[in-house]
Structure formats: structure tokens, C-alpha cells
T-cell receptor, first 118, second 111 residues
Framework: EAQVTQNPRYLITVTGKKLTVTCSQN?????MSWYRQDPGLGLRQIYY???????DKGDVPEGYKVSRKEKRNFPLILESPSPNQTSLYFC?????????????????FGEGSRLTVL | QQQVKQSPQSLIVQKGGISIINCAYE??????FPWYQQFPGKGPALLIA?????SEKKEGRFTISFNKSAKQFSLHIMDSQPGDSATYFC??????????FGAGTILRVKS
């Protein structure tokens, strides 16, 4: 089954305790991205990766790190979490849209990781 | 800078009625206009999308209307059903893969 898998699904932690949210996809997608979802703000992009070893900042990258050492995995790292990073996090993947190829860029999302930082 | 304005924030519709959600955008570089549907406890999933060279696209009970000159597009759900109760996001994207999400509309269809 084609899917994006995130872990953990739920996490409560304390300020300053480093944590990693893992993301893995089995669709051989080059493009992967992390979003956070907050009420009234929709989904905002944190980081994205066009391919292995290629990552770039999204709209709200402060306080987060990512790495893309393998095509299927794209972990999100919070080095020193703070309460304002309490949110619902989504990993997503897609095929890249390329010139001359009418791909849609449809994003496939994981089921989300709800993080609470006390 | 708010690139995408979605309205209304929430919507209650009777079963069998028509649900209409609107999205206005500013960025003329957007070239693909999808709507995503999200059920509680799940990630968003693509519902329907339209390219800017057409004004309307229909898939079953779901229709997108697109007005390029007004920089607006809307989602119409005909014969709304309780199973349509979800949060809907417009999420236009530029050439590339970055979607810019609206704030979302919580739809509740009353049976």
C-alpha cells in the first residue's frame, strides 16, 4: 500500500529536550516536505527536499532541522523544542513537477504527529 | 503576506444542500489550483484540482469554478452528505511543488 508513515503519532515533551519525528514514504517520490497545522492558519511549510541531500527552508523553518540522506526518509528534528512548537505536524511527498511534464504535484500526506511541548 | 484567502471559516449545510467554499489569491504565478479534504485524525488528501486554462471542472458531486481575471476559485459540493463533513483547504501552487494553503473551512453537513 502506497503510504507516508510518521512516528510518533503523539508526543508530549518538555522544553529543550531534543526530539525527532520520522517520516518514510514507499512511493519512490523525490519531493518531500514538512508542514505544521495550527487552527486558523492552515498548513504552513517548514522545510522541503527536492531530492536526496537537497533541502531548503519553507515559510516557518525557525527551530527546526531536517536531513535527507535517503530518498524514502525525511526526519524532522527539533533541537531545543519550545512551547510555540506545540502543533500538528504533517510529512508529505510527491513526484516533482518538471518542465514539459504535466504532473500535478499532488501531495500525499502522512496521518500527522501531534506534538505538545510543556 | 497572506497569499490565499479562504472563506468561510466554517459552514453548516443541510443534507442534500449545496456547499460553496471560496478562495481568493494574489500570486499570479500560481498555475495549478487544487482543493484538499481532511477528515479528523487524518492528513489532507487531494479532492479535485483545476488548471488555469479551463473555467470549470466537475467530478461527481464536486465542482471547481475558476475565475482567472478575478483571481478566485471555488469548490461546490452538490447534494452534500454527512460523509462530506471535513475540513477543506484550497492550496494553489506555483511551478514547482510548493502548495500555499488557505486557512481551511470546516464543513458540517447535518442529516
Amino acid at each position: 500500500e502506497a503510504q507516508v508513515t510518521q512516528n510518533p503519532r503523539y508526543l508530549i515533551t518538555v522544553t529543550g529536550k531534543k526530539l525527532t519525528v520520522t517520516c518514510s514514504q514507499n512511493m519512490n517520490h523525490e519531493y518531500m516536505s514538512w508542514y505544521r497545522q495550527d487552527p486558523g492558519l492552515g498548513l504552513r511549510q517548514i522545510y522541503y527536499s527536492m531530492n536526496v541531500e537537497v533541502t531548503d527552508k519553507g515559510d516557518v523553518p525557525e527551530g527546526y532541522k531536517v536531513s535527507r540522506k535517503e530518498k524514502r526518509n525525511f526526519p524532522l528534528i527539533l533541537e531545543s523544542p519550545s512551547p510555540n512548537q506545540t502543533s500538528l505536524y504533517f510529512c508529505a511527498s510527491s513526484l516533482p513537477r518538471q518542465g514539459g511534464i504535466r504532473r500535478t504535484g499532488e501531495l500525499f500526506f502522512g496521518e500527522g504527529s501531534r506534538l505538545t511541548v510543556l | 503576506q497572506q497569499q490565499v484567502k479562504q472563506s468561510p471559516q466554517s459552514l453548516i449545510v443541510q443534507k442534500g444542500g449545496i456547499s460553496i467554499i471560496n478562495c481568493a489569491y494574489e500570486n499570479t504565478a500560481f498555475d495549478y489550483f487544487p482543493w484538499y479534504q481532511q477528515f479528523p485524525g487524518k492528513g489532507p488528501a487531494l479532492l479535485i484540482a483545476i488548471r488555469p486554462d479551463v473555467s470549470e471542472k466537475k467530478e461527481g458531486r464536486f465542482t471547481i469554478s475558476f475565475n482567472k481575471s478575478a483571481k478566485q476559485f471555488s469548490l461546490h459540493i452538490m447534494d452534500s452528505q454527512p460523509g462530506d463533513s471535513a475540513t477543506y483547504f484550497c492550496a494553489p501552487l506555483e511551478y514547482g511543488n510548493k502548495l500555499v494553503f488557505g486557512a481551511g473551512t470546516i464543513l458540517r453537513v447535518k442529516s
